[in-house]
């Protein structure tokens, strides 16, 4: 499995009927071992969907708006780790639920934070799932499963016809 951890221009036509396995994942995590944890799970639950990895908020805002690239292609679901430097998850939240094309966007966190402060303001949020790292640990396995499952029976917002942020015009 390949983490696509850059911008790559061209463009990628969704097909009309959607195939589950080009639903991508985005990776917002900070810490290289979670992203290799993350990258061997998928490798041992045999899902090819591409992982695309983001280090903080900044990055992964201007990977979905297409900030110096094409913007993610829809269908994708985002995994997000609160605690990261230059903008945190509760930041990007606030930031992308704010954005009209990106506000229905499908969240899990997956952080350390086990804080009710920060559980609270990410369901105010409308994330779809807040998971622990410690929990997940050695159930990454079962997470990731539950998450194939979520959206082989989940229908995913549809891919917009064009962008309307000026940034996607930069190089």
């Known amino acids: 499995m390949e983490i696509i951890n850059r911008c790559e221009k061209g463009i990628t036509m969704l097909p009309q009927t959607l195939d589950r396995s080009e639903i991508s994942l985005m990776l917002v995590e900070d810490d290289p071992l979670d992203v290799l944890a993350m990258q061997r799970t998928l490798k041992k639950r045999r899902i090819l969907n591409p992982l695309v990895h983001a280090r903080d908020g900044i990055e992964a805002l ?44 499908v969240v899990f966190v997956l952080t350390t934070s086990d804080t009710d402060r920060d559980i609270v303001k990410a369901y105010e949020k409308f994330v779809a799932g807040y998971v622990l790292k410690s929990k997940a640990g050695d159930d990454l396995l079962r997470l990731l499963g539950l998450l194939d499952h979520y959206w082989r029976i989940v229908e995913f917002p549809p891919q917009r016809a064009v962008p309307t942020h000026p940034e996607t015009s930069r190089a």
Do not use: A
Not at 63 to 81: K, N, T
Not at 83 to 89: I, L, T, V
Not at 91 to 99: A, G, K, Q, T, W
């Open 62 to 105: 201007d990977r979905l708006r297409g900030v110096g690239c094409d913007p993610l292609q829809r269908p994708y679901l985002i995994l997000l780790d609160l605690n990261m430097p230059r903008m945190n998850g509760l930041e990007f939240l606030e930031e992308l639920r704010s954005d009209p094309e990106l506000r229905d966007s």
